[in-house]
């Protein structure tokens, strides 16, 4: 079976540490915190297998480049594959009741 290298972007990992700061910090919840850096973990290292399983996004011009979202709690993970390369490439962690086209803008170029 093929497995994947994962890479996470600069962008993706901002956005882990900024959630990990707002649950451990703001919402003062060690366990949440540690709950949602476990799941989150475990659901990227997932991804290194059969990565194609996660459904393409919905909507342009996103669709037609690729892009995938997982979905992780309250949370969208979201990636494309890179056959040639064998990688699956994070480009973002957004909430999920957040504007995702606002957040997506920009971080995909031809």
């Known amino acids: 079976m093929k497995r994947y290298n994962l890479k996470i972007h600069a962008y993706a990992e901002q956005q882990l ?8 910090h703001i919402l003062e919840n060690q366990q949440a915190t540690l709950n949602f850096l ?13 990565p194609e399983r996660i459904p393409l ?8 480049r690729g892009l995938r979202c997982m979905v992780v709690k309250n949370y969208l993970i979201y ?5 040639t390369a064998q990688q699956v490439n994070i480009i973002a962690v957004i909430y999920g009741k957040r504007d995702q086209a606002s957040y ?4 995909m170029t031809d």
Not at 79 to 83: K, L, N, P, V, Y
């Open 38 to 50: 476990d799941e989150t973990s475990t659901a990227i290292d997932s991804l290194r297998i059969m």
């Open 57 to 64: 996004v919905r909507y342009e011009p996103w669709c037609s």
């Open 79 to 83: 990636f494309w594959i890179d056959e």
């Open 104 to 107: 997506l803008e920009g971080l």
């Open 17 to 24: 540490d900024d959630i990990k700061e707002y649950l451990l």
